[in-house]
């Protein structure tokens, strides 16, 4: 089993920045790929961005590409999600997810509460 704490979220405005947090405990970290999707009201979630178990790759979706980075620190059990340049289309519950890689939300098996960001214009 897998625990995810994600924390960072809150209010900000158009054109800031946040940084979100993923904390995992219970299975060696450094073998998890991890991601993080986004589930706005009204709306499907949907997938934001990936990261394999060594930092080296990473993806995003178009969306996000060039104002989100996504990095994680294998000694902290930590994945970062660097989000600039937010817009109110932003403005969603985001989710960090662990083991799994890509867009489909299936292939993840392990998911946290998620964590509110808004993003006013």
């Known amino acids: 089993q897998v625990q995810l704490v994600e924390s960072g979220g809150g209010l900000v405005q158009a054109g800031g920045s946040l940084r979100l947090f993923c904390v995992a405990s219970?299975?060696?970290?450094?073998?998890?790929?991890m991601g993080w999707f986004r589930q706005a009201p009204g709306k499907d979630r949907e997938f934001v961005a990936a990261?394999?178990?060594?930092?080296?790759?990473?993806y995003y979706a178009d969306s996000v590409k060039g104002r989100f980075t996504l990095s994680r620190d294998n000694a902290k059990n930590t994945v970062y999600l660097q989000m600039n340049s937010l817009k109110p289309e932003d403005t969603a519950v985001y989710y960090c997810?662990?083991?799994?890689?890509?867009?489909?939300?299936?292939?993840?098996?392990?998911w946290g509460q998620g964590t509110q960001v808004t993003v006013s214009s």
């Open positions: 990261i394999d178990w060594t930092g080296s790759k990473s």
């Open positions: 997810a662990a083991d799994g890689l890509g867009p489909i939300e299936e292939d993840y098996d392990y």
């Open positions: 219970g299975r060696t970290f450094s073998s998890l790929a």
